[in-house]
């Protein structure tokens, strides 16, 4: 893999590419980017495809405008990131939000998709709401959010890594080696990204738009009532312990997509590909070369 920059318009975009064969997208979630998310993956899928992994807009590397950032805003972004690179169709893998993104595109410009994987994803009902995860709710307070993340700075550079690693854990679900699925390079990485303003308005954007009344009781983010009109092969894969997005969600996904399979991979939260990355990138595999 590779890392480097290409300007999409006036908007100056960080990925990783690398390999050769099929193209594929990878799409990653909320407060994460393209080589934090896919981390333990990347390399694994060069071998027979041809692989991107995109930092979207105010996230990760890449420019951060301020704009208001949204389901809508990142798909018409990956779509952009494709047609830039030549890609008339790619499989897209997508992680919580991005699967939301990658669901959004195949929704909207099907033959752009070729193949779609959704881990963890938002969008396919619900979310189930802990404590630990009324947390976003409150970063929606206009204020409150700005302090919140504010003081999430300061504590990524003053608490322990083990501390840091057991919060994380709390809101993912994560019950696996800490100190492999969030490594000392990934807590660098956060570090890094936590420290700009920039990113800091955009994750708070990004939650606005996602965390507000209609969406947490169903509202316009779930799309469950229209995966009849995926004609693709899909490819769900689910930690079965993700205490926001549960396994009953992915089961009842699979059941209305005609090209459907499941992958439930045990003693994993929400974000099985860094949890059980062995396990994750042979059902991915799996799927791709099919």
Known sequence: ????????????????????GS??????????SGYMEWRHNLEEVTGRHRVFAPDLPGYGRTDK?????????????????MEDRGLRSAALVGASLGGRIALEVALEQPKLVRKLVLVNTLGLGRPKVRMAQMAYGLVTIPRVGEAVMRFTR???????????????????????????????????DLREMYATDAFRNAYLSTLRSLVNPRSLFGGHHDVTQRLNELKIPVQLIWGADDPLFPLAHAERASSLIARCRLAVIDGAGHTPQAERPEEFNRVLHAFLDR
């Open 154 to 188: 300061d504590a990524l550079t003053w608490a322990p890594a083990a501390m840091v690693r057991r919060v994380a854990a709390r809101y993912s679900g994560a019950t696996s080696d800490l100190n492999r699925t969030m490594d000392n390079i990934y807590l660098d």
């Open 1 to 20: 893999m590779r890392s480097g920059f290409v300007d999409i318009g006036s908007l100056r975009v960080h990925h990783m590419q690398g390999g050769h």
């Open 65 to 81: 405008p301020r704009v208001r950032y949204t389901v809508p805003y990142f798909a018409r972004f990956i779509r952009r990131y």
């Open 23 to 32: 193209a594929v997208v990878f799409v990653h979630g909320l407060g994460s």
